[in-house]
Structures are given as structure tokens and as C-alpha cells.
């Protein structure tokens, strides 16, 4: 099946110790005597919204189909994520690619065992504007989230593709993230077009914005969001085997809502209801977040695209990461065969019975 191509999501999943007789913990995750193995996860962000379907499908059935009993609990920004599952604190999470490589480089074997957020980042006009290409931006504005944001490396690299220099050229304006003053800053021409993230440009389309993108193809669907662990997870057999079940869940997640997005907007709306005001605006958030989530083609969920990687490296992280690292070992694909063993057909007809 052909799926389309389509922020950067940070996950980390602390497993708990495993269990004595009594319940207390004694160091190391296993299940004891049938019980749900329990899982912390500590999320970045508030808690899963509708940009994060396979999460929402997971927690609401999928990791409790897996032997999971998943908590969820906020931390602060994506450098927690790091510094735990470098420190050990914590066994897996999700990660951007930057701060993946970064790792890396300075020498931390922080292995993406598999992706699945991507084209998250994008440069958007309003859909009658003259601006076709990124060449157009020479002597207009560009406005951005924040002059820090994670859309400015896609910004510099794509400027410079075409020998444009940021506020030599194009004058960068920080004007937000994706809401009103953004939008207005849009209509009332203050910008020409905006760089951002997907949930900026969900934001924008609710308060009215038809966005046209002109991001240069060898920029679409580059990975974002990964599932991260380090090396000696993937060497102790019992880690191994939850990091899949953990990620297989993830999976089915996705898949139940490609195939039935109502019954899961319904259950998001559960989960979430200060986000379903609009059901039909939850609606759309939820297909565009699904979007970012699709494999590419025909791959399998969770397929990390070395091709992709590479590009990233290059083109956005150059000057980041500093000497490159190989793509092929912070990212390998060895769990994915494991990850995808799971009767997708079953799943989708669960879906399509769900109300």
C-alpha cells in the first residue's frame, strides 16, 4: 500500500524495575507473575493530543494488548529525554534527529531503533501569493516561531541552497507560533510567507489560512521525531523485548487510526476532550499529525530511510553535529522486522468495527 508522505515528538519511556512477589521493585524490567510490566513515560509536552494518534491509540488499547501498564508523565523539553536515556535513568524515548547525531558525535551510542514522525518542519505561502519557489524570497520576509525555533535550520539550509542569506537577503521576523497574531501577522502582508512546524500550520488552517508550501522537494518528509535507546539496551535480551512491544504498540496505533480516523477521534476525544470544542477541527488535527506518521511508500512501520538521514545530516546539521556520523549505525534498522510482527489485517478490521 502506498502511504503518503507526510513536531518533533519527544517520548521517553522510563520501564520500571521489575517486581518482587510483594510488588516492591528490585532492579531490571520484567513481568512477574502475569501482571502488566510497568511503564513510565515521560513526554516533553502536555499530555498526547490529537497530533499524536498512534500514542492516544496506543495508551487507550495497544500497550495493554502488549503485557504494558503505561503511565505518562511530563518532563521538560527534548534535553531531558537525552540526558536521562544517556545517563541510564531512562531506557527509551523518542528524539529529533539533531539531537540523535549530536549525541552521537560526542560520543554517546544513542541508537534510533526506529522513526516514524517526519516532515514536520515547512515554508508556507498563503495560497494566492506571487511567491512560488524559495529563490522568491529574496528581498521579502520570512517569519518564523522563534529566531531558535526547530524550523531554523530547514530555513538557513533551504536559503542558502539558492545563495540567499538570512536578514542579508530575506529579513527573518519572529512572529510566533501558529495562532492569531501569526495569522494576522500573514493576512495584513507584515510577512511574506512563514516557516514552522506542523502543529503551527494546524493552528494557522483553524483560524482561516489556505497555506501553499514551497519547500524544495529533497526537504519533504525528512525524519523528526525517532524512537531512541542507548547500545546496552539493545544488548540485554529482556530490554529488547520490551523497547519492540513498546514501539509495536505505537504501531498498531497508527494503523487503527489510518484505518478507521473517526473511531479514533472518538477515543482521542475521551482522552482529551478540551481538544474536541470542534470535533471537525480535531478531525483535521488528528489526519495531519497521522500524515507525519505514515512510513514512505512501501516501507514498514518504523523504517528508518538512511537516504533521508543522510540528507539531514548534510544539509541541516552540517555545522551542528560537526564531523558526521554514520547514519547506518545511530540509526539501524534491526528491530523492525519485530516492530511489524503483528497482524495488521486484524488490527484494521478492529478498526473498521469500532464506532
Given at each position: 500500500m502506498n502511504r503518503r508522505r507526510a513536531y518533533s515528538l519527544a517520548i521517553v519511556v522510563v520501564l520500571l524495575t521489575a517486581c518482587t512477589g510483594n510488588g516492591q521493585a528490585t532492579g531490571g524490567a520484567s513481568?512477574?507473575?502475569?501482571?502488566?510490566?510497568?511503564?513510565?513515560?515521560?513526554?516533553?509536552?502536555?499530555?498526547?493530543?490529537?497530533?499524536?494518534p498512534g500514542l492516544l491509540m496506543a495508551q487507550d488499547r495497544f500497550f495493554a494488548e502488549e503485557g504494558l501498564d503505561v503511565t505518562l508523565t511530563t518532563v521538560d523539553g527534548s534535553q531531558v529525554v537525552a540526558q536521562q536515556v544517556i545517563a541510564g535513568n531512562a531506557t527509551i524515548g523518542i528524539l529529533?534527529?539533531?539531537?540523535?547525531?549530536?549525541?552521537?558525535?560526542?560520543?554517546?551510542?544513542?541508537?534510533?531503533?526506529?522513526?516514524f514522525n517526519k516532515g514536520t518542519f515547512g515554508i508556507v505561502v498563503t495560497d494566492d501569493s506571487d511567491i512560488d519557489s524559495i529563490e522568491d524570497l529574496e528581498g521579502r520576509i520570512l517569519g518564523v516561531t522563534d529566531p531558535s525555533g526547530g524550523e531554523m535550520n530547514l530555513v538557513r539550509a533551504a536559503l542558502a541552497d539558492v545563495g540567499l542569506e538570512p536578514d542579508a537577503d530575506v529579513e527573518i521576523v519572529p512572529v510566533g507560533e501558529g495562532g492569531?497574531?501569526?495569522?494576522?501577522?500573514?493576512?495584513?502582508?507584515?510577512?511574506?510567507?512563514?516557516?514552522?512546524?506542523?502543529?503551527?500550520?494546524?493552528?494557522?488552517?483553524?483560524?482561516?489560512?489556505?497555506?501553499?508550501?514551497?519547500l524544495p522537494e529533497k526537504?519533504?518528509?525528512?525524519?523528526?521525531?525517532?524512537?531512541?535507546?542507548?547500545?546496552?539496551?539493545l544488548d540485554d535480551p529482556e530490554l529488547r523485548d520490551i523497547v519492540v512491544r513498546v514501539i509495536r504498540a505505537h504501531a498498531k496505533g497508527l494503523v487503527f487510526a489510518e484505518e478507521n480516523i473517526d473511531a479514533a477521534v472518538a477515543i482521542g476525544c475521551e482522552i482529551v476532550p478540551e481538544q474536541?470544542?470542534?470535533?471537525?477541527?480535531a478531525t483535521v488535527t488528528m489526519a495531519r499529525g497521522l500524515g507525519t506518521n505514515l512510513p514512505?511508500?512501501?516501507?514498514?512501520?518504523?523504517?528508518n530511510d538512511h537516504d533521508a538521514w543522510d540528507t539531514?545530516?548534510?544539509?541541516?546539521?552540517?555545522?551542528?553535529?560537526?564531523?558526521?556520523?554514520?547514519?547506518?549505525?545511530?540509526?539501524?534498522?534491526?528491530?523492525?522486522?519485530?516492530?511489524?510482527?503483528f497482524d495488521e489485517a486484524s488490527v484494521r478490521e478492529a478498526a473498521g468495527e469500532a464506532n
Amino acid at each position: 500500500m502506498n502511504r503518503r508522505r507526510a513536531y518533533s515528538l519527544a517520548i521517553v519511556v522510563v520501564l520500571l524495575t521489575a517486581c518482587t512477589g510483594n510488588g516492591q521493585a528490585t532492579g531490571g524490567a520484567s513481568q512477574s507473575a502475569g501482571a502488566p510490566i510497568a511503564v513510565e513515560v515521560l513526554v516533553p509536552f502536555p499530555y498526547p493530543g490529537m497530533l499524536r494518534p498512534g500514542l492516544l491509540m496506543a495508551q487507550d488499547r495497544f500497550f495493554a494488548e502488549e503485557g504494558l501498564d503505561v503511565t505518562l508523565t511530563t518532563v521538560d523539553g527534548s534535553q531531558v529525554v537525552a540526558q536521562q536515556v544517556i545517563a541510564g535513568n531512562a531506557t527509551i524515548g523518542i528524539l529529533d534527529v539533531a539531537s540523535i547525531l549530536i549525541a552521537n558525535s560526542d560520543g554517546h551510542d544513542v541508537r534510533a531503533v526506529a522513526g516514524f514522525n517526519k516532515g514536520t518542519f515547512g515554508i508556507v505561502v498563503t495560497d494566492d501569493s506571487d511567491i512560488d519557489s524559495i529563490e522568491d524570497l529574496e528581498g521579502r520576509i520570512l517569519g518564523v516561531t522563534d529566531p531558535s525555533g526547530g524550523e531554523m535550520n530547514l530555513v538557513r539550509a533551504a536559503l542558502a541552497d539558492v545563495g540567499l542569506e538570512p536578514d542579508a537577503d530575506v529579513e527573518i521576523v519572529p512572529v510566533g507560533e501558529g495562532g492569531p497574531a501569526s495569522f494576522l501577522a500573514i493576512q495584513d502582508g507584515t510577512i511574506d510567507a512563514f516557516a514552522g512546524a506542523i502543529n503551527d500550520f494546524v493552528a494557522l488552517e483553524s483560524e482561516g489560512l489556505v497555506p501553499r508550501s514551497i519547500l524544495p522537494e529533497k526537504y519533504q518528509g525528512l525524519p523528526a521525531g525517532n524512537w531512541v535507546v542507548m547500545q546496552s539496551t539493545l544488548d540485554d535480551p529482556e530490554l529488547r523485548d520490551i523497547v519492540v512491544r513498546v514501539i509495536r504498540a505505537h504501531a498498531k496505533g497508527l494503523v487503527f487510526a489510518e484505518e478507521n480516523i473517526d473511531a479514533a477521534v472518538a477515543i482521542g476525544c475521551e482522552i482529551v476532550p478540551e481538544q474536541c470544542d470542534d470535533v471537525a477541527r480535531a478531525t483535521v488535527t488528528m489526519a495531519r499529525g497521522l500524515g507525519t506518521n505514515l512510513p514512505n511508500g512501501d516501507n514498514p512501520w518504523g523504517f528508518n530511510d538512511h537516504d533521508a538521514w543522510d540528507t539531514t545530516q548534510a544539509a541541516l546539521l552540517a555545522d551542528v553535529t560537526g564531523a558526521e556520523f554514520d547514519v547506518r549505525v545511530a540509526a539501524p534498522n534491526d528491530l523492525i522486522a519485530e516492530i511489524n510482527d503483528f497482524d495488521e489485517a486484524s488490527v484494521r478490521e478492529a478498526a473498521g468495527e469500532a464506532n
